[in-house]
């Protein structure tokens, strides 16, 4: 089964700054558009941002605009979401999830999923 997995996570203090990537086994992402999504504890998962197979079309929620960017570096087929100035709400778990087809910020159009990687901000 294709299979997508994210790294970068962890623990940052408010205003700081981290950098998550999206790879995939079983598919290449470079066919794909690729969405990030976030679920914190006791809350439904929500989009972040997307962007479409060559790059060219980005979008983003309101909580996060202008302090997220979302990228693909497609020659390392790896997508990348940079999380600048950090709030405490942006405690969730991040998922990145792949569809082959444009880019939507709708969770139920995209087919694969990773299992997430933990991002923490607090003091």
């Known amino acids: 089964q294709p299979q997508l997995m994210e790294s970068g996570g962890g623990l940052v203090q408010p205003g700081g700054s981290l950098t998550l990537s999206c790879a995939a086994s079983?598919?290449?992402?470079?066919?794909?558009?690729v969405g990030w999504f976030r679920q914190a504890p006791g809350k439904e998962r929500e989009p972040v941002a997307s962007i479409s197979t060559g790059g060219d079309l980005t979008y983003s929620v309101k909580p996060v605009r202008g302090r997220f960017t979302i990228s693909r570096d497609n020659s390392k087929k790896i997508v990348y979401l940079q999380m600048n100035d950090l709030k405490p709400d942006d405690t969730a778990v991040y998922y990145c999830a792949a569809d082959p087809g444009l880019p939507t910020l709708t969770e139920y159009e995209f087919d694969y999923w990773g299992q997430g990687t933990q991002v923490t901000v607090s003091s």
């Open positions: 079983g598919l290449e992402l470079d066919y794909y558009a």
